[in-house]
C-alpha cells in the first residue's frame, strides 16, 4: 500500500480543461510496481474505472473518455497525472487516485481522499 494525496479538481465549463495530480509517499522503485489509476463517483453512482496504467505502462480508458483523457506517470516525481480535455457535464464526479498490486494471487488497494470535478456552464 502506498498514501495517496490528490489535487487539481475544481469547476470548469464544458469544453474545457483540468489536470488532476496523485503524489505518492513512495520511492521511485516502490511505486513502479503498483497498476494507477483514477476512479470517480457521482451521487448515487457507482464508483466507475476512468484510466488506468500498469507497471510497464499499458494505458486502459473508459470508452466515455478515450480520446479527452491522458493517464501519465512521472517516476522521479512519484506522481500520476490525469489530463482531461474537451470535458463534459456528464464528467462530473467525485475522482479517486488508485494504486494497487497483486500480492499472493490477492489485489490490495489504496486510495486518495478524492477531489470534485465539476462540469457546468
Known amino acids: 500500500q502506498v498514501q495517496l494525496v490528490e489535487s487539481g479538481g475544481g469547476l470548469v465549463q464544458p469544453g474545457g480543461s483540468l489536470r488532476l495530480s496523485c503524489a505518492a509517499a513512495?520511492?521511485?522503485?516502490?511505486?513502479?510496481?503498483?497498476?494507477m489509476g483514477w476512479y470517480r463517483q457521482a451521487p448515487g453512482k457507482q464508483r466507475e474505472l476512468v484510466a488506468a496504467?500498469?507497471?510497464?505502462?499499458?494505458?486502459n480508458y473508459a470508452d466515455s473518455v478515450k480520446g479527452r483523457f491522458t493517464l501519465s506517470r512521472d517516476y522521479t516525481k512519484n506522481t500520476m497525472y490525469l489530463q482531461m480535455n474537451s470535458l463534459k457535464p456528464e464528467d462530473t464526479a467525485v475522482y479517486y487516485c488508485?494504486?494497487?498490486?497483486?500480492?499472493?494471487?490477492?489485489?490490495?488497494?489504496?486510495w486518495g481522499q478524492g477531489t470534485q470535478v465539476t462540469v457546468s456552464s
Open positions: 488508485n494504486a494497487n498490486r497483486l500480492r499472493s494471487g490477492v489485489r490490495y488497494d489504496s
Open positions: 513512495a520511492s521511485g522503485s516502490i511505486f513502479s510496481i503498483y497498476t
Open positions: 496504467i500498469t507497471s510497464a505502462g499499458t494505458t
